[in-house]
Structure formats: structure tokens, C-alpha cells
């Protein structure tokens, strides 16, 4: 039997490079998949592909995570339409990179408002079905980033941060309700994100990578999986660092 027959999941971010292979390993195990992403090309395109694979598995979804009362609608179709969310992964995530001495208010509020504030709408418009579902998961993808820092991250590394401790405070206020939340930091993983940098910056990071090379979208996806599944019941409030070594 897959492992999440009968489950219905929701993967923000889910439009493109780690979320939509996140959706994907969910639909190989059966759930049926909300793709959420903020445009209805990239949602409806990565839900169509993996209807190719598992038909029937994916429902695209366009909403800004940020938006607090769009994401409050999206909770409310989704169960409408998909029926009650087991398993909610906030993986949306965008960089506005840029030393701090020059960073505009607008490029700390877009980082903070996607990466930090989408994951509080997104637990607020799904707990109370997730209190009452069974397995509930929550999974919330960060970044080694928040854990040590980055030069010109300041924004994304605050907001990463934050979503380490969302998480644990999370997982204390919903432990009495069964439903784990757990954080997932990637290091440097191969994706539309990280694709732009320049090479001699790949190369300064891989030289601190122990297993000396980027991570791939798969290696995420395959831990979220493990942590959405019935075998991760009596883990909570924990971050586990995807990242060749990198932060060890
Ligand atoms: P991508 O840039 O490839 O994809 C980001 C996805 O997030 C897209 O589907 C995008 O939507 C969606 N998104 C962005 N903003 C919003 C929003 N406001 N509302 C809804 N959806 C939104 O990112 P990655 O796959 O590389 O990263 C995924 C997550 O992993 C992020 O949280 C990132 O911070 C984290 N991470 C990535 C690492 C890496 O090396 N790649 C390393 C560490 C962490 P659309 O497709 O519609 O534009």
C-alpha cells in the first residue's frame, strides 16, 4: 500500500524546482496534491507533468502565499475541493539578495513576507483540519542559511531563521493535537534559485561542501517524504540539514 494513500497534501512552491518535486514524491505515494505556487502557468504546468506520471494526483492552485486572506480561500477550496489536509509543506521561498548597507525596504519585505509570513498563513487557514486529520505534518522548508548566516542575505537569512523558530513553536503548540512540524534546511541545492550564480561563487561554495558537490532537488524531496510518513510519528520541532555536510 503507498504511504499516503487516502492523504491529501498541499505544496506551496510548488510551481517549479524542489516544491514541484516534492509534490511529485508525494503523488508517487499516493496523496492527492494541491500545487500552489503564485502563477497559474507554473502551478498548472508542474501539476499537469505529474498528472502525466500519476494521473488524477495534482490540482494547480495560483495564490501569493503573503496574501493573507487570499490564503485563507485557498484553505477553504482546497478542502472543498481535495477534502481535509494531512500533510501541509510550506516550501515557497524567494531571494532578494543584496548587502545590507544597500537593500531596500521593499526587498526585506518581499523576502519576509514570502518566506516567514506565508508559512503563518498557510498554518493558520489549514490547522484546524490538520488538528483533525490523521498523521498531520506540517513541514516546513528553510535553508542552511538561517542557520549560519550569509553575506548579502541578511533578508533571506532573517526570514529562514524565523521559520526555524515558527517551527518549534509550532510543534509545541500543536504537539497535543498529534500534528508534527518539523523544519527541513537545504544547503546548496540545483535549482532555478541557485542556477544564476556565478561560477568562481559555486566554486568557493562547493570547496566548503564536505561531499563537494550541490545537492539535488531529490535528496529533499525523499526527507520530506520520510517526515510526511506514519515512521516520522515521534519527531517534532526538529531541523534537519540536507547539505553535503556543509553545517556540520
Ligand atoms: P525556485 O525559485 O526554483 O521556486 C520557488 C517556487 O516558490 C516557485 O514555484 C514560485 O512560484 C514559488 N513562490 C515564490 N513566491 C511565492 C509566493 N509569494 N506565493 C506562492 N508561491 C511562491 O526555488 P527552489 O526550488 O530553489 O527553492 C524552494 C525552497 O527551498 C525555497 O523556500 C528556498 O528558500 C528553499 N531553499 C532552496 C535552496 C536551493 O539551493 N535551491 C537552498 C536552501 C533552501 P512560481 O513558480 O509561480 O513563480
Redesign the pocket.
Same mark, same amino acid.
Request: glycine fraction near 18%; proline fraction near 2%.
Given at each position: 500500500m503507498s504511504l499516503f494513500a487516502n492523504k491529501v497534501a498541499v505544496v506551496?512552491?510548488?510551481?517549479?524546482?524542489?516544491?514541484?518535486e516534492i509534490a511529485r514524491a508525494l503523488a508517487a505515494e499516493g496523496a492527492k496534491v494541491a500545487v500552489?505556487?503564485?502563477?497559474a502557468p &507554473?502551478?498548472g504546468k508542474a501539476a499537469e507533468e505529474i498528472n502525466a506520471i500519476f494521473p488524477g494526483s495534482a490540482t494547480a492552485y495560483a495564490?501569493?502565499?503573503?496574501d493573507h486572506a487570499a490564503v485563507q480561500e485557498l484553505a477553504k477550496k482546497i478542502g472543498d475541493e481535495l477534502g481535509a489536509v494531512n500533510i501541509l509543506i510550506n516550501?515557497?521561498?524567494?531571494?532578494r539578495d543584496g548587502l545590507l548597507m544597500r537593500m531596500k525596504e521593499e526587498d526585506w519585505d518581499t523576502v519576509l513576507d514570502?518566506?516567514l509570513k506565508?508559512a503563518f498563513n498557510t498554518v493558520k487557514a489549514f490547522m484546524r483540519p490538520l488538528m483533525k486529520a490523521e498523521d498531520p505534518r506540517i513541514i516546513n522548508?528553510? &535553508?542552511?542559511?538561517g542557520l549560519i548566516g550569509n553575506a548579502g542575505q541578511t533578508n533571506y537569512s532573517a526570514s529562514?531563521a524565523g521559520l526555524i523558530g515558527f517551527t518549534k513553536a509550532v510543534a509545541r503548540e500543536l504537539a497535543g493535537r498529534s500534528v508534527t512540524c518539523n523544519a527541513v534546511?537545504?544547503?546548496?541545492?540545483t535549482?532555478?534559485?541557485?542556477e544564476d550564480l556565478p561560477q568562481a561563487v559555486k566554486d568557493a561554495v562547493i570547496a566548503k561542501i564536505p561531499l563537494a558537490t550541490f545537492g539535488e532537488?531529490k535528496d529533499i524531496a525523499a526527507t520530506v517524504v520520510f517526515l510526511a510518513s506514519p515512521a516520522a510519528r515521534y519527531i517534532t520541532g526538529q531541523v534537519i540539514a540536507v547539505d553535503g555536510g556543509m553545517t556540520m
Open positions: 506551496t512552491g510548488g510551481g517549479r524546482g524542489i516544491g514541484q500552489v505556487s503564485r502563477s &507554473s502551478c495564490v501569493d502565499v503573503a516550501n515557497a521561498g524567494v531571494t514570502t518566506n506565508g522548508i528553510a &535553508s542552511v542559511i529562514k534546511a537545504p544547503g546548496f541545492i535549482t532555478d534559485m541557485t532537488i
